[in-house]
């Protein structure tokens, strides 16, 4: 049932208005910020049902936050899980790689050496423990701030960068925009500038597998704002209906560009809670909690491959970087919004609980830190030797009429020609 205790800034009752009603964002630049109404209830108070659950007995879980690690980076409660310290240090630096390499790619743009680029600063425990938490077999239909799924599942720093730099060993041949990957190799596929496009073709290839009988699933990643889109709501019906092995994740940052989740219903209601209509399972997680975003993950992975079908998960954490190169959030939200958010970042937290149980140490730590230092740089300083785009390198103009058509169409065949190919 509906938890009457959430009295967050975010959620609740919008009150009377008289006529049409525009969401603003609680804060703007200038504004002291205040966080200090977002629901966070205690580690203690997350149940955890088994995966078999009937979703309409675990609506609660839609209006809570599923919580492993407290305040003091101590873990508890239900969705505690038994999780392999090698699994959790795996955890660790995968998210402490991913924003190393993030930082290293926006300085590369800084000076002008790729056009465009894309952060998920406090967001990599999503990525992370959910690449974790699933197989490396299971298909993602990511969004661009998936990088720490490429990351956890191996695939070497060169290639994403010479992806981004548009150079001869892009392996999308300079056709993308930078950051929007594609690895058939590693079950990660392309990524769309379309938003929320990647949620249904995630169900349609659930259903398909479902259909073969086989035993891998497929998840799939949308922001806050791209839940207003149509694809987001005919994926919810079409997973409802169909039963698939599939795992829609809902990654709240709270922003969407310069829009606050407010303009997308972000107000009247949690986004997890979307899941309860259409009768599917539906989780809200904190997701700076590495442990918590594991766990909950897992869950619905058990229960997709056990044959109960989706699930929604909303992952409640905040952007802390601006949306991309392209975007100034000096001008729409208040300088230290970052500072206030109440969820912390999950690399520090994950890290604390990990030197508390003698699995970590700060000198470890330190070590690790000068040694994704020297690697970032030297597979940087080979991947600009293949290309930038200020110079060196680029895909071989006659790439541009391959690969899409088996044969290539009589236009295309004449506009090569016209190039004089
Ligand atoms: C269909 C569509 N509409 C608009 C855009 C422009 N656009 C790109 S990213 C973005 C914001 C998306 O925000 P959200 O879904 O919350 O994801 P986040 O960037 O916060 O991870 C917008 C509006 C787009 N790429 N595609
Ligand atoms: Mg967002």
Same mark, same amino acid.
């Given at each position: 049932?509906?938890?009457k205790?959430?009295?967050d800034?975010h959620i609740g009752?919008?009150?009377?208005h ?6 603003e964002?609680p ?5 002291v910020?205040d ?18 659950a009937?979703p309409?007995?675990?609506t609660?879980?839609a209006?809570?936050l599923i919580?492993v690690?407290d305040?003091?980076a ?10 392999e310290d090698?699994?959790?240090i795996k955890g ?7 924003r190393?390499?993030d930082?290293r ?6 000076v002008g050496k790729i056009?465009?680029y ?6 990599e425990a999503i990525s992370?423990?959910?690449s974790?938490a699933?197989?490396?077999?299971d298909m993602?239909?990511?969004s ?8 956890s599942?191996?695939?070497r720093?060169?290639d ?10 892009d392996n999308c041949k300079?056709?993308q925009?930078p950051?929007?990957?594609?690895f058939?190799n590693?079950?990660?596929f ?6 929320a ?7 349609g290839w ?5 259909r ?5 699933l497929?998840t799939s990643f949308?922001?806050?704002g791209s839940t ?6 005919s994926a919810l019906?079409?997973a409802?209906t169909?039963?698939?092995?599939v795992i829609?994740n809902?990654?709240n940052?709270?922003?969407a560009?310069s829009s606050s989740q ?6 009247? $209601? /949690?986004f997890?809670a979307?899941?309860i209509g259409?009768?599917? #399972?539906? *989780?809200?997680?904190d997701?700076?909690?590495f ?8 869950w619905?992975?058990d ?5 109960y079908?989706?699930t929604l998960?909303?992952f409640?954490t905040y952007?802390?970087?601006p949306?991309?190169?392209s975007?100034d ?13 109440p969820?912390g970042?999950p690399?520090?937290?994950l890290?604390a609980?990990?030197?508390k ?6 000198v470890?730590?330190?070590?690790l830190?000068e040694?994704?230092t020297?690697m970032?740089?030297?597979?940087y300083k080979?991947a ?7 110079g060196g390198?680029?895909p071989d103009? $006659? /790439?541009?009429?391959e ?6 169409t #009589?236009n *295309?065949?004449?506009?090569r020609q016209?190039l004089?190919?």
């Amino acid at each position: 049932m509906h938890n009457k205790t959430i009295n967050d800034t975010h959620i609740g009752d919008i009150g009377q208005h008289q006529g049409l009603y525009v969401p603003e964002p609680p804060y703007r630049p200038g504004e002291v910020n205040d966080f200090s109404h977002v629901y966070i209830p205690p580690v203690s108070a997350s149940k955890m049902p088994p995966f078999t659950a009937k979703p309409n007995d675990i609506t609660d879980l839609a209006y809570g936050l599923i919580r492993v690690l407290d305040e003091d980076a101590n873990a508890g409660g239900e969705w505690h899980i038994n999780i392999e310290d090698d699994i959790l240090i795996k955890g660790l630096k995968d998210m402490l790689l991913t924003r190393m390499f993030d930082e290293r790619m926006q300085l590369m743009h800084r000076v002008g050496k790729i056009s465009f680029y894309m952060k998920c600063t406090g967001e990599e425990a999503i990525s992370v423990a959910h690449s974790l938490a699933i197989d490396d077999e299971d298909m993602v239909f990511p969004s661009y701030r998936n990088q720490g799924i490429l990351i956890s599942r191996g695939q070497r720093l060169i290639d994403l960068m010479c992806q981004c730099l548009s150079n001869v060993k892009d392996n999308c041949k300079g056709r993308q925009l930078p950051i929007m990957y594609s690895f058939k190799n590693l079950n990660f596929f392309s990524i769309s500038g379309n938003l929320a496009t990647q949620f249904s073709q995630a169900v349609g290839w659930a259903m398909a597998e479902a259909r073969k009988r086989g035993n891998r699933l497929a998840t799939s990643f949308v922001g806050d704002g791209s839940t207003a889109e149509l694809d987001f709501h005919s994926a919810l019906n079409f997973a409802a209906t169909y039963n698939p092995p599939v795992i829609l994740n809902i990654v709240n940052n709270q922003w969407a560009i310069s829009s606050s989740q407010r303009i997308a219903g972000g107000e009247r $209601t /949690t986004f997890a809670a979307r899941g309860i209509g259409f009768g599917l #399972p539906s *989780l809200r997680v904190d997701g700076n909690d590495f442990l918590a975003v594991y766990a909950a993950s897992k869950w619905a992975a058990d229960r997709a491959r056990s044959g109960y079908g989706a699930t929604l998960i909303e992952f409640f954490t905040y952007r802390v970087a601006p949306h991309s190169t392209s975007d100034d959030p000096s001008a729409y939200r208040p300088a230290d919004e970052e500072k206030t958010w109440p969820l912390g970042d999950p690399i520090e937290r994950l890290k604390a609980h990990l030197i508390k149980t003698g699995a970590w140490s700060e000198v470890l730590h330190k070590a690790l830190i000068e040694d994704y230092t020297a690697m970032i740089k030297s597979q940087y300083k080979e991947a600009e030797s293949y290309g930038t785009l200020k110079g060196g390198g680029r895909p071989d103009v $006659t /790439t541009m009429f391959e690969d899409v058509f088996e044969e290539m169409t #009589p236009n *295309l065949v004449r506009q090569r020609q016209e190039l004089g190919l």
